[in-house]
């Protein structure tokens, strides 16, 4: 015979670790005192939560909200710092080598992605990584300028460097912010 349906969850509860119903048994039994006389009350059984007066100075002192002049680690305070001192160290000098990219650098990257035709799949046939081997930076920082806001303002900012077909990279720029936009389900018109 089968079991009864309100037996077996459904399988998007299974495959779903937040909804599944047997993740969320405790894990370790809570030690409750057994009291023979029944004289315990439910008060007894919670553990007391000491809470911070309303005089508490604590409370007064609020950490400063980062803003753009104040160094990063006066508004995390010294013990969350995302870098200790090796990975900084090993950051560094991994980095000592390279130098940033140049105006034209950035514009010629730019012409060469956005110039390159697309596959119906929708793929350019120049990849990110195929730059980023080319000019020795990472994919991130490629894709950092590829961006279409940030590549729209490489080609105005870059009007007396050389740049080939600019009026057709511009073009393809404002065809993939388009999409994008209407990948995130907002209409283009009326943005800037």
Not at 49 to 71: G, H, N, W
Not at 72 to 91: F, M, P, V
Not at 128 to 152: F, H, T
Request: glycine share 6%; aromatic share 4%.
């Amino acid at each position: 015979m089968y079991p009864p349906l309100f037996d077996i969850p459904p399988s998007f509860l299974l495959d779903d670790a937040s909804l599944n119903p047997f993740l969320l048994l405790p894990i370790d039994p809570v030690d409750i005192q057994d009291d023979p006389s029944g004289s315990a009350t439910p008060d007894a059984l919670l553990p007391s939560i000491t809470l911070s007066s309303p005089d508490d100075p604590s409370l007064d002192v609020l950490p400063p909200l980062p803003d753009d002049t104040a160094p990063a680690d006066a508004c995390r305070g010294l013990e969350t710092s995302r870098w200790d001192a090796a990975a900084r160290s090993k950051h560094s000098s991994a980095c000592r080598g390279r130098s940033r990219l140049t105006a034209q650098e950035k514009l010629d990257i730019v012409c060469l992605y956005y110039s390159a035709p697309v596959s119906p799949t929708g793929k350019r046939s120049m990849q990110q990584q195929d730059l980023s081997r080319r000019y020795g930076k990472s994919r991130a920082a490629i894709s950092k300028v590829l961006r279409p806001e940030y590549a729209r303002g490489v080609m105005t900012a870059g009007q007396g460097l050389k740049a080939s077909r600019r009026a057709m990279v511009l073009r393809n720029i404002a065809e993939e912010e388009r999409g994008r936009l209407l990948a995130l389900g907002r209409s283009g018109e009326g943005v800037a």
